[in-house]
């Protein structure tokens, strides 16, 4: 069963030039540790960043709630599972929402898929339950 649906669409341009205005100030308040050190890791860090600052922007609008009622930038990492696709580690504010949609009996799941083709950057989110108390 599908508890939520989030789409964003970012300037990868915008990202760039918002880390080049205020740096660590910006990317402490937005990603978490493990989300940075693979963008600095990338030769295309702004176009990692810009990917994963629209998978939040996303997986916020999947929760149903945006980025207020507690849920915030950092609740909501992007990993990768071992296939390598990327997936949401959802902490704080964003796991309580989650646990609050998700059915009794269900267990939820975060797909994710992420794209970018200069100068955009594009995710999409579907969080879903799957489990007994599914119908």
Same mark, same amino acid.
């Given at each position: 069963?599908?508890? %939520? ?32 050190? +693979? ?16 998978? +939040? ?31 949401? +580690?959802?902490?704080? %504010?964003?796991? +309580? ?20 083709? %200069? ?17």
């Amino acid at each position: 069963m599908i508890l %939520g649906v989030g789409s964003d669409i970012v300037d990868v341009r915008r990202i760039e030039r918002t880390i080049e205005r205020f740096g660590d100030r910006f990317l402490d308040r937005i990603f978490t540790a493990t989300e940075r050190a +693979k963008a600095e890791r990338r030769a295309n860090r702004a176009e990692t960043y810009a990917k994963r600052f629209a998978a +939040k922007e996303a997986c916020s609008k999947a929760l149903g709630t945006g980025l207020r009622a507690g849920v915030f930038w950092r609740d909501m990492g992007v990993t990768n599972l071992p296939s390598g696709a990327p997936t949401m +580690k959802l902490t704080g %504010g964003a796991l +309580k929402r989650l646990q609050a949609i998700t059915p009794k009996g269900c267990q939820a799941r975060i797909d994710v898929t992420l794209t970018d083709e %200069g100068p955009m950057a594009q995710a999409l989110v579907i969080i879903s339950a799957n489990g007994a108390g599914a119908p």
